[in-house]
């Protein structure tokens, strides 16, 4: 069965340093992967999306993340975090029109 | 403004009572997702609909159910409502009947079972 897994429950950053979160999938084909934010009492926001081709994918307010088949990962990173950039986080594995989400990981920035 | 529009935004009710969250989705999309995200299930996937027909189904108990209409728009069912019902319910749209592009989500309802 499909599954995935944010390691990370919270992460504190600083305003202005590199960031990188967290995300294994399990599935037995190609996954379509996806990295949405929710910020504070909001829906969700498709941050970047991954289905095939390129394994470096662009997003959104400068995220990017890396698909590495070899490690079943698919990593966000974002250079400089801003202090707006503070949400909840979720990594998914679309099947066949479900998204599959992660538990999420909750991203503090401090000034 | 994903264009996904819910309501009601709040619910609360009593244990054993029916609700009706409705939802609209963005226009052109033909797809409607329903979600539930509660603190110890994180977001899980209720139901798929598209353009009427019921396409995919999740983890969505027996006592809920969900349609979708000529307009589009979709409306989930809970009945006997239990305390561990009260959640937030996203609804989401696309375009596609696979899910494979972007899903648009609304603001949510928050359902809250006393």
């Known amino acids: 069965a499909q599954s995935v897994t944010q390691p990370d429950i919270h992460i504190t950053v600083s305003e202005g340093a590199s960031l990188e979160l967290r995300c294994n999938y399990s599935?037995?084909?190609?996954?379509?992967l996806f990295w949405y934010v929710q910020s504070p009492g909001q829906g969700l926001q498709l941050l970047l999306k991954?289905?095939?081709?390129?394994?470096l994918v662009q997003g959104i307010k400068g995220f990017e993340a890396e698909f590495k088949r070899s490690q079943s990962s698919f990593n966000l990173r974002k250079p400089s975090v801003h202090w707006s950039d503070a949400a909840e986080y979720f990594c998914?594995?679309?099947?066949?029109?479900?998204?599959?989400f992660g538990k999420g990981t909750s991203l503090l920035v401090t000034p | 403004d994903s264009g996904v529009t819910q309501t009601p935004k709040h619910l609360i009710t009593a244990t054993g009572q029916r609700v009706t969250l409705r939802c609209s989705p963005r226009?052109?999309?033909?797809?409607v997702y329903w979600y539930q995200q509660s603190l110890d299930q994180g977001l899980q996937f209720l139901i798929q609909?598209?353009?009427?027909?019921?396409?995919a189904k999740g983890n969505i108990l027996e006592r809920f159910s969900a349609q979708q209409f000529p307009d589009l728009h979709s409306e989930l069912n809970l009945s006997s409502l239990e305390l561990g019902d009260s959640a937030l319910y996203f609804c989401?749209?696309?375009?596609?009947?696979?899910?494979?592009?972007?899903?648009?989500f609304g603001p949510g309802t928050r359902l809250t079972v006393l």
């Open positions: 989401a749209s696309s375009v596609d009947r696979g899910g494979y592009n972007e899903q648009f």
């Open positions: 991954y289905f095939s081709g390129d394994t």
């Open positions: 599935y037995g084909a190609t996954p379509y």
């Open positions: 226009s052109g999309d033909l797809s």
């Open positions: 998914a594995v679309g099947n066949i029109g479900a998204l599959n």
């Open positions: 609909y598209y353009n009427g027909e019921e396409r």
